[in-house]
């Protein structure tokens, strides 16, 4: 039993103390109440903001040493497409240098870094050894209709019937965006859970066909100059978020969010469910809530203020404690200390430092990204190493 003590939710009571067992919540209570426990057991987090850990929906992990590919908005996705690498040729040729495999581990430690605990990859399957956070798999990645050649096939083969398919569907302002998420649940004889990627070109009656739509405000207006209308398509389907790859986008999860709230599509708490206990559900994740017997995936920050506000204010560099199935996945180095006392031992973890703020994650990722650096020296990371 690990018990977390003198934590205050985003909203609620004022100071919360929750206890970890067997990778799950165990209890959640108010400081002061329920059983006492040596100091071996808990650690004091001098009231700092607890929240489920993040989940994001939608990334391609080996795309994220990519910087943003576009000088324009574009009509749709194919279009992008066809022009970066018209016009970005250098730029993806000396990205692709980079070992996919080494792509894929810091796009994990971009997301880690962020808060997250679970990502849902969309692209082809990369092996995995002891991968830092929790990557989702148990779906059927599609890339599109216009781009996929054998979609059709993919969609209805029998032996996925049953499993989400998730595809990007609508990514474009024009009447051809619109018409090939007509042309997809046509299509879905078998009639799959649909997941949606992007639905910038969604209406209402398309919504209703899909079991979610993963929202990615950024990565449309990066590409778009616009984004789905979330507030009405959210009464016909379930609305997740995503950050997509760096392609299109920032780094920092916390960025994408502000982008979302600055909208007015969504409220504060309605954002905070996309990434919490609406994919909880819809990935069948046992987690996304502070409650006993959820999964135990925590974030832990240092917020500037209180509330909702608090919240969406935070970066990277103030997550102090990243938790994924009851295992701590990420610490602030103010935390070491204790958590060594606890029984946690950091042999094989790594420190960086994000602004100027001492960050532990297991494995070397310092190593990681000399070993970026070696294959392309212009590879940018948003930490310092140590020297």
């Known amino acids: 039993m690990m018990v977390l003590e003198n934590l205050r939710p985003i909203e609620g009571p004022a100071s919360l103390r929750i206890g970890i067992r067997g990778g799950r919540i165990a209890f959640v209570g108010e400081d002061g109440a329920g059983p006492a426990f040596g100091p071996d057991r808990v650690i004091d987090l001098d009231g700092a903001m607890i929240f489920p850990g993040l989940i994001n929906s939608h990334d391609h992990l080996e795309f994220n040493s990519f910087p943003a590919l576009g000088r324009e908005h574009y009509a749709n996705y194919v279009e992008w497409g066809s022009r970066i690498h018209a016009t970005c040729r250098e730029d993806i040729d000396r990205v692709l240098k980079i070992p996919p495999a080494m792509r894929v581990q810091w796009g994990l430690y971009k997301n880690l870094l962020g808060g997250v605990t679970t990502v849902v990859h969309h692209g082809p399957a990369f092996p995995l050894e002891n991968p830092c956070i929790r990557v989702f798999r148990e779906c059927q990645s599609i890339h599109s209709v216009q781009l996929e050649p054998r979609w059709r096939q993919r969609l209805n083969n029998p032996l996925q019937w049953g499993r989400p398919c998730v595809i990007h569907i609508g990514e474009g302002t024009d009447e051809g965006a619109s018409r090939e998420i007509d042309r997809l649940t046509l299509w879905n004889t078998l009639h799959r859970p649909l997941v949606g990627v992007h639905g910038v070109a969604m209406n209402t009656d398309q919504a209703a066909h899909f079991k979610a739509l993963v929202w990615c405000p950024q990565s449309n207006f990066f590409l778009l100059g616009r984004t789905a209308a979330i507030d009405q398509l959210g009464r016909h389907t ?44 819809i990935w069948g994740l046992g987690g996304g809530a502070l409650a006993p017997g959820c999964a135990a995936d925590l974030t832990i920050a240092r917020p500037r203020g209180d509330g909702w506000n608090a919240f969406y204010a935070l970066d990277p560099a103030d997550i102090e404690l990243v938790i994924a199935g009851g295992r701590v996945r990420l610490a602030d180095g103010r935390w070491v200390r204790a958590l060594t006392h606890l029984g946690h031992d950091f042999d094989g973890w790594s420190r960086v430092l994000l602004e100027g703020r001492e960050k532990w994650v297991p494995g070397d990722l310092p190593g990681l990204a000399r070993q970026i650096l070696a294959f392309d020296e212009r590879a940018e990371f948003p930490f310092l190493c140590e020297t």
């Open 238 to 281: 379930a609305l997740l978020f995503g950050t997509d790859s760096t392609l299109t986008g920032d780094w920092n999860i916390w960025d994408h969010l502000r982008s979302a709230r600055d909208t007015g599509l969504a409220a504060d708490p309605d954002i905070y469910d996309m990434l919490t206990t609406t994919p909880a559900r």
